[in-house]
């Protein structure tokens, strides 16, 4: 089944403290994006990728690190969380470009910041 | 720059009723359009996109949208809504996918009432 997959779904920490959010997909894609979704702002991107070693910021990077060591891993990385980083967050992998674009959404990384 | 207006950040039907979700877009260029849902504790996925083929566009669960370009919109409807159908609409554009980011609006509940 094609998917894309986020571990853990739901997180809780503490301020400082460094957590990865894994993002998987089996579907050979070369673009990879992460968004973070806040009630009222709708989904805003994080970073993107369009390939292995290819990063580039989204409209929120500050606080946020990303790799793209292999085609199918993009893991989210915050080296020292905030409060302010409580979100919703969704990793998302497309096919292709154009007119046969398509993106597929992970289910979601509920991340929680004391 | 590409932005999206989704007018209503909730809606409110009856059961049987039209389902109209309002999404203006800005682009300099041709746009790639879409409508995503969510669904509560669920990642979003996708129900419709436009890309410069025919401007009606049919999509699952019976939900279409007509791009008008003169108008700059791209609005969702469906004849008669179900129940199931209560969950969060995004609209999104993007002036070509896979090189450069989907931009999001804010979003629109839909709530269905009995």
């Known amino acids: 089944e094609a998917q894309v997959t986020q571990n853990p779904r739901y997180l809780i920490t503490v301020t400082g403290k460094k957590l990865t959010v894994t993002c998987s997909q089996n579907?050979?894609?070369?673009?990879m994006s992460w968004y973070r979704q806040d009630p009222g702002l709708g989904l805003r991107q994080i970073y993107y990728s369009m390939n292995v070693e290819v990063t580039d910021k989204g409209d929120v990077p500050e606080g946020y690190k990303v790799s793209r060591k292999e085609k199918r891993n993009f893991p989210l990385i915050l080296e020292s969380p905030s409060p302010n980083q409580t979100s919703l967050y969704f990793c998302?992998?497309?096919?292709?470009?154009?007119?046969?674009?398509?993106?597929?959404f992970g289910p979601g990384t509920r991340l929680t910041v004391t | 720059a590409q932005s999206v207006t989704q007018l209503g950040s909730h809606v409110s039907v009856s059961e049987g009723a039209l389902v109209l979700l309002r999404c203006n877009y800005s682009s300099s260029v041709p746009p790639y359009l879409f409508w995503y849902v969510q669904y509560p504790n669920q990642g979003l996925q996708l129900l419709l996109k436009?890309?410069?083929?025919?401007?009606l566009v049919k999509g699952i669960n019976g939900f279409e949208a007509e791009f008008k370009k003169s108008e700059t919109s791209f609005h969702l409807t469906k004849p008669s809504a179900h129940m199931s159908d209560a969950a969060e609409y995004f609209c999104?554009?993007?002036?070509?996918?896979?090189?450069?980011?989907?931009?999001f609006g804010k979003g629109t509940r839909l709530s269905v009432i009995a």
């Open positions: 436009y890309t410069s083929a025919a401007t």
């Open positions: 999104a554009v993007s002036d070509f996918p896979g090189n450069t980011p989907l931009v």
């Open positions: 579907m050979n894609h070369e673009y």
């Open positions: 998302a992998s497309s096919s292709s470009s154009g007119s046969t674009y398509e993106q597929y």
